[in-house]
């Protein structure tokens, strides 16, 4: 039980839809980061916020975007869905700082 | 562009056996850590290696890190089929902000 809990735990959209992910950081974790994690592959980086602004970015197009809220929980936005996007996203949260990250069981996305 | 390679990209072995996996990078990274993944679930964390050449152990699982700060090693000594599932290193990127992580070993343990 890392304290980082993610909703809903599955969703299935059609293309062109949009959705919203949503993340409840682990109490006092003031940065929050986003990954997808293809089929057979390793995470890869969204973005990152911390005091609800974004401060890192990874290589995604503008319509992944997030929020992050002063009680440090946050959301992911997928806009225009792309059969691609169907993946595993995940969510991690920890100290500004510090390199010990706590990851949610993630939400399974399926785009048709 | 940080880049970390994992290899084998799958290994299956049986109850008992030794094995080896390795992460590497042409890049310097400050930190590397390793992550076991299990189906339906997050990454949790095994290990964080910060110095190089530094080596950790837990339990029959020991961890090594690459003298020149680019590489790492995990050796599991008599693995258990608890041991399956998908290892993943990561290495925090040189702004010390966003986690880098490799495409993972998927490893099967077969009693």
């Known amino acids: 039980e890392t304290g980082v809990t993610q909703s809903p735990t599955h969703l299935i959209k059609t293309r062109g839809q949009q959705v919203t992910l949503r993340c409840s950081s682990q109490?006092?974790?003031?940065?929050v980061s986003w990954y997808q994690q293809a089929l057979g592959q390793g995470p890869q980086f969204i973005f990152q916020?911390?005091?609800?602004?974004?401060?890192g970015r990874g290589n995604f197009p503008p319509r992944f975007s997030g929020l992050q809220f002063p009680n440090y929980s946050s959301e992911l936005n997928v806009n225009a869905l792309e059969l691609d996007d169907s993946a595993l996203y995940l969510c991690a949260s920890r100290f500004q700082g510090y390199d010990i990250q706590y990851f949610g069981a993630g939400t399974r996305l399926s785009v048709l | 562009t940080q880049l970390l390679e994992q290899s084998p990209q799958f290994l299956s072995i049986q109850e008992g056996e030794n094995l080896t996996v390795y992460c590497n990078s042409s890049s310097v990274f400050s930190s590397l850590q390793w992550y076991r993944q299990e189906p339906g679930e997050g990454p949790v964390l095994l290990v964080t290696?910060?110095?190089?050449?530094e080596v950790k152990k837990l339990k029959r699982l020991t961890f090594q890190f690459g003298d020149a700060r680019k590489d790492s090693s995990l050796h599991i000594t008599a693995a258990q089929p608890g041991d399956t599932g998908l290892y993943l290193c990561a290495g925090l990127d040189n702004y010390g902000q966003n986690f880098v992580f490799g495409p993972g070993t998927r490893l099967s343990v077969l009693p």
């Open positions: 290696v910060v110095t190089g050449g």
């Open positions: 916020y911390y005091r609800e602004e974004e401060n």
């Open positions: 109490s006092g974790h003031n940065t």
